[in-house]
């Protein structure tokens, strides 16, 4: 069965027997007591002695890729399963897909399921994009008219352009996996199974996804996806799942979910770093006012809520403290989004804050428009710790920067973290992607560089002479 699928499920599967039982109305999933053992042999030749061995002499040990699971999924609830790598997340999508037959317990599902694995399982490498929009199509379950009425959608989704007539080979990996996912989507079903597709192709894409899913959610669909991005499970989901191990740790309610997965986190980071005998590393300098050299610096950013959304935008965090403005400033303080390679800039936001907290972190990233990070400002990094903070407390940080990019356009993402481990691990408690976009320019166009970055180095020539072997 392909990964890109969709079915049709409205009774349970039980693997050791053909009994048959229907959810109830309000339920989309049920998982009861699920199990996959795998059998691990130490050597290659222990496979073949078990299999012939006329006493039936083991030579395996077992491995519980899931071990004894139970959850529910209501009807039009989103559910995020969180865990490590190797905890047995999409283990346990794939068995209630049905790409994998469970070892012991059952799965019920009440409704067509449109699932979506691995991206792109399925194409056909030699075939066009449109070519394999059909085929997909197929292997699905759709007829072509079906799909002639799906293929509009698809195709303005996905936002490849041209390509969509060139064979797939051709494709970069974010052309492909934006036609991959959209592909998935823009199908009828009422439960959506998704593994780690919020974090394809490139920023805007994913702005793309993450409506999609809620509009999703707002027309009433159930979803149950796996993420190691726990802020996405925490502002998307209604409930979580976190898996240890191959076992549940915790079923409940979203944030108290990703809370327990990230104390749990912190306390494995914290032993790991005592065994190796690392110690967490002091912050030299603290920051209370801020000031350049005798110069004051002026407050330009607004102390009320007064970013508007753009198109591209993406922002989550779990509101422990909101961003109210963002600006790009020169050395005079006017604002502006021109800046030139090499020089000098501020970069002024204004916090509110929510609740009591120790410490923040302020981070300014930039951009390639393909979402790739290349450039961020951390004040943790330079070794700047930040003063407490109280809820209601409205706090601007200003940050001196310069922009060692060549020309282009970029795009500006601005948070404020909470650092549960400096530098480790970081609680967002709010984040904007896409803030502002930055047209980095040269002032002299006859000299520019052409690296991505550029800082200025000092140089010494040496020359060897060559020994002469006339």
Known sequence: MPNNQISEKTTSFHPTSNIQHQTSDNIAIKVENLSKVYHLYDRPQDRLKEALNPFKKSYHHDFHAIDSVSFEVKKGETVGIIGKNGAGKSTLLKMITGVLTPSSGRVEVNGKIASLLELGAGFNPEMTGMENIYLNGTLMGFSKEEMDTKVDAITEFANIGEFIHQPVKMYSSGMFARLAFSVAINVDADILIVDEALSVGDMLFQAKCIDKMTSLMEDGMTILFVSHDIHAVRSLCTRGVYLENGKSVLVGDAGSVVDRYINDEQQSVNTQLKEMGHTKKSLSKSVIEFSDGDKELPIMVNLYPSIVEKEGMVRYGDKGAEILDYGVYDMEFNQTNELQAKENYYLQMSILFNEDLPTFVAT??????????????????????????????????????????????????????????????????DMIKGIEVINVKFESPSKPFHSTFYSRGEYTLTKIMSEDKS
């Open 364 to 429: 300014t990233t930039l951009f390639g428009l393909d979402g790739e990070q290349l450039l961020a400002w951390i004040n943790t990094q330079d070794e700047v710790g930040f003063p407490a903070v109280k809820k209601g407390d409205k706090v601007v940080v200003t940050t001196k920067v310069n922009i060692p990019l060549k020309a282009n356009i970029y795009k500006l993402g601005a948070s404020v973290e909470y650092p549960t481990i400096p530098l480790i691990q970081h609680r967002f408690l």
